[in-house]
């Protein structure tokens, strides 16, 4: 069994940072691409930004330049380092992670952390 666990979630002043973490645990071979995912009240669920195992990174246009994924493949744990952050970023920000188990692989979602960006 898979987990993905998230921590690192909070209130925030606008202007200001978080770092959030995901960290996979359970019966893993492999780690494909892992991500970050957000989904603000009444908005489908979007892309911030993904990073492959090669360490290919992919960022949606609203965070460019203000967000920074990496991972540790040792840890099996992604991170995102959330810089100048503003109203528009608060949201439930989910990690997900392609993942190969031994029954093959799959999509694997965290439960979420939540971002409030307000003063």
Do not use: H
């Amino acid at each position: 069994q898979v987990q993905l666990v998230e921590s690192g979630g909070g209130l925030v002043q606008p202007g200001g940072s978080l770092r959030l973490s995901c960290a996979a645990s359970g019966s893993i071979f492999s780690i494909n691409a892992m991500g970050w995912y957000r989904q603000a009240p009444g908005k489908e669920r979007e892309l911030v930004a993904d990073i492959t195992s090669g360490g290919v990174t992919n960022y949606s246009d609203s965070v460019k330049g203000r967000f920074t994924i990496s991972r540790d493949n040792a840890k099996n744990t992604v991170y995102l380092q959330m810089n100048s952050l503003n109203p528009e970023d608060t949201a439930v920000y989910y990690c997900n992670a392609d993942i190969t188990v031994w029954a093959g692989t799959s999509d694997y979602w965290g439960q979420g952390t939540q971002v409030t960006v307000s003063s």
